[in-house]
């Protein structure tokens, strides 16, 4: 019935050894034939012959007919993967980066050569949120996706809720255990929650967005007051995407950290796990929770992709090729937590309306109504300034602001 | 691409309406050409001759190629899914009683006539979970699968411990709301979540049990001292089936009362929705969540369904079909509460193992350790005694019973 995959391995770090150990516990149809590792020194507990270092052993290899791509270089994946996928081989990635930024091109390049390129790996690990908007809500009419699609900075932020630990000590601890990298930005940014979420929004929505196009904020100015506020009003703090269906033309993507209240299921959502909720017109509420990454769990969405292509299964991007008038913007209307540090960047942001002003000392806050656009433009201000910014809203207050704006923003 | 359906109905209740309000919103390839209905007498919005009384004018219809069945009667439904199915229509069906009846029978339908049943809206409404077991977890051992997957006795007990109303009145006002029958045995019982657990464990570890085998002890006799011995806890109750893994050879199933703590997710899964657990030895600990019932959210799973068939898919029963040497057993030790008023029953039940007693004027329990199979045994005089009985531990304290043992309750 399932057809025999003989398979290349690219990459053979955390997810990579992952899958290996969870491949070698089953007897499926399916071999790793070769694994391509970027430095041939490393010790490795397979045989030696198992691996190289030449890609093309790989690509060039007409026996081989999957590739899996586990790498971090984002220019080298796109390149293997667009050169298996043109050449007849099908591929499992889990290349978040990746994927948000070649989207377009690598749904051509499938359709062109009928090969088939799953990435369920690449969002919040072992969750199955992409086939089930693939495939389950491949009708349903879905208001927003939102969650916490970041386990590194969620264990950031429950080391901070939970913990009482300080940004700089959580981070510390979070890299010292390998949930962090050398470099936080990606994960505490709200980078990669954001390639995520552009996946995601291109199977809910039939929309593929320029990641440059699409804000994202993160936790690195997160600041003790932020969090003595958050637990005064019996609120967490945490990093979430939001994909919202604005009306029947628009559709609006950010990332920023949210106040989030005890009723909400992400409030649950701690340490390294990941949670999506979707809000869908017939479905209604629905709430997806598991470990967001991690060799095992994300090496067993990889192997449930593979063993999907066993069956010749492939993303067919229904609602991309529906009828969808749906249109990115970010002309938005949205209700900020803004603490801040110099008075002139509320007058830059140019709040719509001010609901709640403070001032005591060091603690200055303002929460107010303002356009998403405001925000990207003077993202690197905010950045600078020191400035915490959290949506101090539920998604119901997420509305598309006037027309007026709305053609001077695009 | 996908293959135009003409479906013919069965049944017009709250799930055929709702699935009808769905459907008119798309611009599916699908057409419903004919409803089936009990009673012509009925007021319809419908035109009228859409309906029928006379199921052979669906099922000896050439132009159906696909039945939808949504009625009640459970010896009704397996004859009008058995013939569908044998004259090379698809179905997709929400009969839960029917289908956990006859299982067997209808994979071998299936099997025999290359015809496809479908039936996700069957299980917890909305949460894809049967899709998700089918096609996610294929190759994932699972340890545990449980949850609250009826929605009626957790709208219940959520009105006992959010809103302090005794079992009583919150069955009556989940009667007046439509949330349970006029015969509320089937959801207080047990017997709903039980029929939904023997699906959902057909497709987590391929097999096929008879709910004769499986224990269901509900929620009728809960009082207020169970309630109030919960609370002091800071622990919920709630009526969870557990489908679990003992050992590469056995799995056990039941459904009990349980109390859950505050770390569950279950523990904040209120009134008609629902929630699924998985626990899966790579993906770890994954929970869905969403509406168990409703027309619109059972509707939309069962519109999933036939939007599936339009590509032609059907279950494979890959683990059935798989290595699996998994066996039901019964014999399984278990930690209960149990809250009695004849110290016989408590002699009776031949505890291994207690390890608390209280007795206190008219509250009298114990909590200790038990076989499965004698709760089995005298479930009828646990109900009739008025006695409560709750699974008080965690999934890990579900244990296989002595070979000893073990021999005699087969």
Redesign the interface.
Known sequence: ?SKKLNIGLFGFGVVGQ?LY??IK????NLEIVKIAIKNPEKERTLPKELFTTDRDEILNNPEINTVVELINDTDAAFEIVSRALSSGKNVVSASKKMIATYLDELIELQHKHGTSLLY?GAVCG???II??LE???????LHSISGIFNGSSNYILSKGFIEGLDYNSALKQAQDLGFAETDPTMDVGGYDAKYKLIIAAAHAYGVVIDPEDVLNIGIQNLGAKDLQYAREKNLKIKLVPVAKELDDRHVSLFVLPKFVNESE?LY?VEYEYNGVTVQ????????????GA?G??T???V??DI??LRYNYAY?YKKAKG?TNLQFTNNVEINIYLRYEDEALVELLEFDHIQERFYSGDYKFVIGKINLQNLIEHADAIANGKAFIAFADQLTGVTLASAKKYEAAI
């Open positions: 019935m992952g150990d969870i516990t089953k007897n499926l369920e072992s969750i199955p086939r089930n495939e389950y809500y491949d009708n349903e009419l299921f649950n869908a017109a017939f479905a209604d509420q629905q709430f997806f929770f598991g470990k991690g095992h769990p090496g067993s969405a192997l449930s063993a999907a067919e009828l």
